[in-house]
């Protein structure tokens, strides 16, 4: 089994997040066949199916449906029941998801030891996808140290203490030595990346999860200079930093500018004939999940 930590700071969108990939889920495992499933404790699966209730209704998740980020996990369980995986030599390939706080997970880099067996589980994780506000991108490197910018510097610094605490782990575990460590960004609220960084390299247009190269181009361009911490974690010059190239991913919800009000979620034509969902990319959540079967 493959481990994968959502490693999130206050803010950046998590429970809305994690109500697109239960949608994501949901129209993966109708599509494939029963390919797919998701098992979960019971409060876990309550707390996501109010969420995605929440949003098919056109809510942003209420504080009511706040997922307990400390609490909740949840494992892919891919091709369970597809007849190949049945052959000899063939065994259904699996992928627990945990959720944490960014800010006490890099708070265990000053910890020698932990004893915590639900921590220890963590620290062992293979992948690490980190949610990034794209909203709160600066749109110069330089200002990170001025004003509101303090508050994306602590974010950097946070991120690279994390991703010290998974490396430090990794080379301690002989059985883990040879496998390299994932790291992933979910750039959420990317609907609010700033106007200036979204021409930078995507001229208006967020590149198809296949388009490789534009969107490496955009990871040095754009968030490399912005988490330089981060990035001097990932790519230590003087050893192997045990870590593969860094990818990302995009997350938003369409808005229904119909309503005056509160704003309220879009939803759409299923790709079922008589069904409906949220307005969001849902070929960057399969992108996603075809890494997590790929990386297990």
Not at 99 to 127: K, T
Request: glycine residues 8%; proline residues 7%.
């Amino acid at each position: 089994m493959t481990n994968a930590l959502v490693l999130a700071d206050r803010g950046s969108g998590t429970t809305t997040f994690l109500g697109l990939l239960y949608c994501a889920l949901v129209y993966a495992g109708s599509a494939s066949g029963d390919e797919l499933r998701v098992h979960a404790p019971h409060g876990t699966l309550r707390a996501l199916r109010g969420v995605y209730a929440e949003m098919m209704g056109g809510d942003f998740p209420s504080e009511a449906n706040e997922l307990p980020r400390e609490e909740l996990s949840f494992l892919l369980d891919f091709a369970s029941r597809a007849p190949h995986w049945r052959a000899p030599g063939h065994r259904p390939t699996e992928v627990k998801i945990e959720i944490a706080s960014l800010e006490a997970f890099a708070d265990l880099r000053s910890h020698s030891y932990v004893s915590d067996s639900l921590v220890r589980a963590r620290v062992a994780s293979q992948i690490a996808l980190v949610l990034v506000d794209a909203g709160r991108l600066p749109p110069e490197p330089d200002t990170m140290e001025e004003g509101s910018g303090t508050m994306w510097s602590r974010f950097d610094s946070m991120v690279a203490r994390a991703f010290e605490v998974l490396e430090a782990y990794h080379r301690l575990d002989r059985p883990r030595r040879r496998m390299r460590l994932q790291p992933v960004f979910i750039l959420t609220k990317f609907d609010r990346l700033p106007a200036a960084l979204r021409r930078l390299t995507l001229g208006g247009l967020v590149p198809s999860p296949a388009a490789t190269a534009a969107r490496g181009t955009w990871l040095e361009e754009v968030l490399a200079p912005r988490l330089p911490r981060a990035w001097s974690s990932l790519r230590q010059e003087d050893r192997d930093s045990g870590f593969n190239g860094p990818v990302w991913f995009a997350s938003w919800v369409g808005l229904d500018e119909r309503d005056p009000g509160a704003p309220r979620i879009r939803r759409r034509s299923g790709p079922q004939a008589g069904s409906w969902e949220v307005d969001y990319p849902r070929t960057e959540f399969e992108a996603l999940l075809a890494l997590l079967h790929k990386l297990s």
